[in-house]
């Protein structure tokens, strides 16, 4: 594979990304994430 095929492959991989993250954050996944986080770190420790 040639330096220019790789960079195009890795750009396209990395806007792919980022429309993937954006998708999940206006979808309300973060806050999902973020209470599952700080619920299990709340186990973790012994808080509930």
Not at 4 to 33: E, S, T
């Amino acid at each position: 594979m040639t330096m220019i095929r790789k960079k195009v492959l890795w750009a396209v991989l990395f806007a792919v990304a980022v429309v993937l993250i954006v998708l999940g954050v206006m979808n309300g996944g973060a806050l999902d994430v973020l209470a599952k986080a700080i619920k299990i770190c709340s186990e973790c420790i012994g808080l509930d």
